[in-house]
């Protein structure tokens, strides 16, 4: 059976494309991405199979 591990990362506006590339460079997924606590952050949820 297949073990995951998340991790909740914050996003900011003017960078979000950098910090997903540099997430999922080291394996991880986006799963979902909702609102942060201010309009300008947002909260990436990312999953990645546990070695």
Known sequence: MQ????VTVPLL???TKQILDT???DG???VQVVPGP???QLVAYMK????
């Open 23 to 25: 997430w999922g460079e």
């Open 48 to 51: 990645r199979a546990k070695a």
């Open 13 to 15: 506006v003017h960078a």
């Open 3 to 6: 073990k995951w591990e998340y």
């Open 38 to 40: 201010n309009p300008d």
């Open 28 to 30: 991880w997924e986006l």
